[in-house]
Every structure is written in structure tokens, then in C-alpha cells.
């Protein structure tokens, strides 16, 4: 059993979206097998859900509180423009947080320490611990999309901007941990190119199978669904390209088509384009009954990186997926036989009419999707691996640290 200090940016209480779920899921499989801390921004109310939900399986929850009035977006965006680091960065570089780190690494041994990000893995660690840090997504290329889709000049000054700065700083992280954590092939492919001296290993996301199972429900007939949290951006800009280029072309074969995009904070730009056939929910509790009524999961995203959490609960669930390349990126998905892949608007739109006329398909697509699932993206799955991998990273440490003691005496 290792010590391990997990170091987060947010509390992952509710695990309500993609990155929550997978510090979630993550602090519940790393703590089976190890001793585990856990250190993330918040105050006592944070605290308290924080150890009300893992009290029991961890070592030790600690929180750095940052004032509200340190935390205004606007201005740190602003003040990025005339900094030589990132905004992505400078959102999560505080002093408190760094006296903090110092005081528990000083205190305590712990054999691993784990960042989620690499704006976690920018603070400064004095201690011989091994570092690595969870590279949810590629962040630099998140950026690089942003500026490619956008269509404010400002947004494309600023995100063209960022994606440069961001660029430098991720590799000048990467280059200073141990390991690095990634979701998929193709992201350690790209790590691979950028940092090639640090060992990289897969870690995917997963889904929790029993929470996101099937239903018996029936389907609401021509219905589709979307989920994601709507104020990140390549989330909404899947929504609206959907609705404005795809939509349209369905509507004229199955004008009764309905749409259901399920998530938190939508933009008003998203929000206008609600109507009748366009259900958009904002926040709910459980995205789960809309999932369970609609014919059809769709991910018609444009950008991003990492993997989508969103297209492994739509198998779990047993929903035939219809989605972009960039969307399934990450997932071992074999087009045609789990999932349909379409990167074009009129070939997206064709393919969702073909699946909802066509009920032996979308059945295939179902128990295919549920089957790869099971075998593979099942969190306790990814967390038998996990542990493997811990040891496997410290085992190589300990032999590189007694080979190099061994060269100086």
C-alpha cells in the first residue's frame, strides 16, 4: 500500500460533469489499493461534502480556501494578456495553495503525488515523492479548436493568444513529472511528440455500469439526446452546430423530430434556440431519464480532446451513438458495428435517419456499445489498472533512484 497525495483543482461532489466524474471515480479506485489525501480548493462547506462522501476510504481531506473576490474571471483573463503564462494557468496559481502544499509534503512522505491538470501540476513540490500528473485532455489543442470555431474576434484574439502560451506551458510541466496519466492512444501519441522522455500511461475514462444501466422504458419515438455541461465550450458549440446545420436536414425527412440538450448553463446563444422540438433543460439532477427516453445518444462534437464520458454512459445505458470522430475520439469504437461515425452535417443527419427507421441497427449498436463497456471502460476495470500502473511507476523510481545512488558512492 502507497501514500498517495491527490491534488485537485475542484471538489468533484456532485460528479455531475466530465472532469468531476473522473477525479470521482478515481479518488474511489486509487483509495481500494493505497492510502490516499486529498487536497483541493473550497471552504468548510466544500470540506464537509468532501468528507461525507470519502471520509471513510481516505487518509486525510484538506482545502485551501481562496477569497471570492480573488476568484473574477474577467479580470484574470485580462491580466493573463500582459503575463507570460496562460489563463488556465494563472487560474489555478495561488499562494495559499502553494504555502499549503509545502506545509503537508514537509510534514508527511507520501510515495506519489497526483495532479489532475497541469495548472495543479505547476506548483513546486520539495520533496523526492514521484509526480504525476492526469492529463484529462490536451489543453493547448481544447484552445486551438476554440480559436479555429470561433466567430467573435475577440474570443479568436484571445484564444489564439492562449493557445500559444498554453502550448509552452503545458510542455514545460509535462517535462518536469514522472509519469503522465492520458485517456487515450491518441493522446499519448501526442504527449509522445511533445514531451518524449516522460513515460506515459493510459488510464481511460470509464463509466459506473450499475448507476448508468439500461432501462426497460420505451423510447420516445424520434428522439434524440445531448448531454454535457453547456458552459464549456466545445459542448456548446456541439449544440448549436447541430441545431443549425444538422437539424434542419433531419426536419425535412422526420419533421416531428424532438431534441433533448441536458446540461448546466447553456449560453444564451444556445438558449434562444429553444422551441417545441428543441428541449433545452439547463441543470438537472439526473441526465439519466432523458438519456432512457431518447431513440438516439448523438455527439456531434467539433472540438476537444481527451475522451467523451458521455458516449461511454450512452453505452452503458444501451443507446445506439451517432457522433463525429473528434467526439468518439480516445474509445477502441469500431464504426458500424458500436457506434455510426459522421463528420460531415449532411452525412451526420443521414445517418440518424437511417438508425431511426432502421430498429435491428440500432439494437446492434446497443449491445455492441454495452458489450465494449463492460469489458473495458468499467471504472472498477480501470481501476485494477490503475494500481498497476502505481506500482509499475514506483517500482521503476525506486530502481532508477538505487542504480543512481549506486554510480555516485
Known sequence: MMKILHIFPYSPIPPNFGGALRVYNLIKQMSKYNEVTLLTFGDEKIKDKLKEEFSQITKEILTCYIPKTRRFKRIKQLYSLFSYQSHFFL?????QMQKLIDHITSKNKYD???????????YQINSDSIKIMDAHNIEHIIYYHQWKYST???????????YKKLYHDEVLICNNQDAILVTSENDAKIFDELVPKVPKYIIPNGVDTEHF??????????????????SYIPNSDAALYFIEQILPIIEKKIPDIKLYIVGKNPPKSLLQKSSNNIIITGFVDDVRPYVWKSSIFIVPLRMGSGTRLKVLEAFSMKKPVVSTTQGAEGIEITNGENILIADEPEDFAEKIIMLLKDKHLQQKLASSGHELVKNIYDWNVIGQKLDSVYKKIYSE????????TNIIK
Open 112 to 122: 506519489i503525488i497526483q495532479f489532475e491538470f497541469p495548472s495543479m501540476a505547476n
Open 91 to 95: 487560474t489555478a496559481k495561488y499562494k
Open 213 to 230: 444501466h439500461p432501462s426497460n422504458e420505451i423510447p420516445e419515438q424520434n428522439t434524440l439526446a445531448f448531454t454535457g455541461a453547456l
Open 397 to 404: 523510481q525506486y530502481s532508477h533512484k538505487k542504480a543512481t
Open 152 to 162: 467573435s474576434n475577440i474570443r479568436k484574439f484571445f484564444y489564439k493568444l492562449e
